[in-house]
């Protein structure tokens, strides 16, 4: 595959929509795991609930931290009272509060335009930028915290179009992560689903530091590329932030013969991946980043990957490859649906090391 690796059509594959997981594994930890071995080339079949035995002491996983919050606003358009739906994206500037979103239909939704999405709650549409995108300015009588508040009583969870049920009150708390501390993502770091609170204390237990970085997801990471020739993909750009604890703890594994750092998800790689020294050495800084990251890419920082099955022509799916081998990742795939494995971010797991 070396000859095409760099195109969109590698990244194609067929799959029964059946297992596509409208719903969470019941508790989080059963969700079915395969294991990838790199240097063997093997695959085991296990349950997350088995994760700690594949980590000891002075291990690090790394863990995004980022919160969902109920980013899809339905309102009503001024005059026409036409029903809208805009998506909140991500905050430009919390002083004007000025926000990127995308509208529906967008054909109705212009400059100057006023949407209401409640009593109290309004805004003005001020400027276009694409097709469906536009930024508002939030009209309200508060702070910003009463705002977040405010958004936080008349949103809806944005579970992935491949969801094909209604949102449900549960999803809240579904489609967020037990390490969700920062508000700001639009999707779930999904690969964090699966982690309990137990898996947690029996990681800690075995001397194992789980550490965080903030990465706060947007739409971009799992827009679907639509190029053929991936080095003409760009990435919406996203903001992160690596505490200088979790890098100074990566640096010492790194330096170790023993120890190993594990990304919990393609956010978490995309973090840590994008904050290097010049002496590659992980970095505690903060800013934005649209890396992408597709085969063949050297991997300084992650050296075992904890991530979902992902859609065709998705970056995700692309990271993914470049860490495990793209032969051997669709090799996982083709077994993982003849396996019945739940696919994608309420789905299973996959532990590559």
């Known amino acids: 595959m070396a000859f095409n690796r760099m195109k969109l059509s590698s990244f ?16 989080r930890d059963q969700s079915r795991m395969m294991v990838l071995n790199r240097k063997e080339r093997s695959i085991e079949h296990r349950y997350f609930s088995d994760i700690p035995e594949y980590f000891g002491e002075g291990d690090v996983l790394v863990y995004n931290d ?26 430009l500037n919390p002083e004007s509060r000025l926000w990127d979103v995308i509208v529906d239909p967008a054909r109705k939704i ?19 930028t694409t097709s469906r995108g ?79 970085v903030t990465l706060h997801v947007g739409l971009g990471t799992f827009r679907p590329v639509a ?35 594990t990304a919990i998800g393609t956010t978490v790689v995309r973090a840590i991946e994008t904050s290097l020294t010049v002496s590659r050495h992980l970095k505690g800084r903060s800013g934005w980043t649209d890396k992408f990251i597709y085969p063949p890419y050297e991997f300084h920082v992650t050296e ?7 859609m065709p022509k998705s970056t995700l799916l692309m990271l993914a490859s470049a860490f495990a081998g793209f032969d ?21 797991a996959m532990l590559i090391i």
């Open 12 to 27: 194609v594959f067929d799959y029964p929509r059946e297992l596509v997981a409208q719903y969470p594994a019941e508790p």
């Open 66 to 91: 980022t919160k969902v919050f109920p980013a899809r606003l339905l309102g009503i358009k001024e005059k026409t009272g036409a029903n809208i739906e805009v998506f909140l994206l991500r905050e």
């Open 110 to 128: 212009r400059i100057g335009n006023k949407l209401f999405f409640g009593p109290s709650l309004a805004a003005e549409v001020i400027d276009n």
């Open 134 to 212: 536009r930024t508002i300015r939030f009209v309200f009588n508060g702070n910003n915290d009463e705002l977040y508040r405010q958004i936080d009583e008349i949103g809806h969870t944005p579970l992935p179009p491949y969801i094909k049920r209604a949102v449900e009150k549960a999803d809240r708390e579904r489609y967020q992560t037990i390490f969700a501390e920062h508000r700001g993502a639009v999707a779930a770091p999904t690969a964090g689903l699966h982690f309990t609170q137990a898996i947690g204390e029996k990681l800690r237990d075995r001397g194992v530091s789980m550490l965080p």
């Open 227 to 261: 190029v053929e020739d991936l080095t003409k993909h760009r990435m919406h750009s996203e903001n992160y932030a690596i505490p200088k604890e979790t890098a100074d703890a990566v640096n010492r594994a790194l330096t170790s013969s023993t120890n190993s750092v």
């Open 304 to 310: 075992r990957l904890i991530t979902n099955f992902h």
């Open 328 to 348: 051997f990742l669709m090799e996982a795939y083709h077994k993982a649906i003849d396996n019945k494995y739940r696919l994608f971010s309420f789905g299973d």
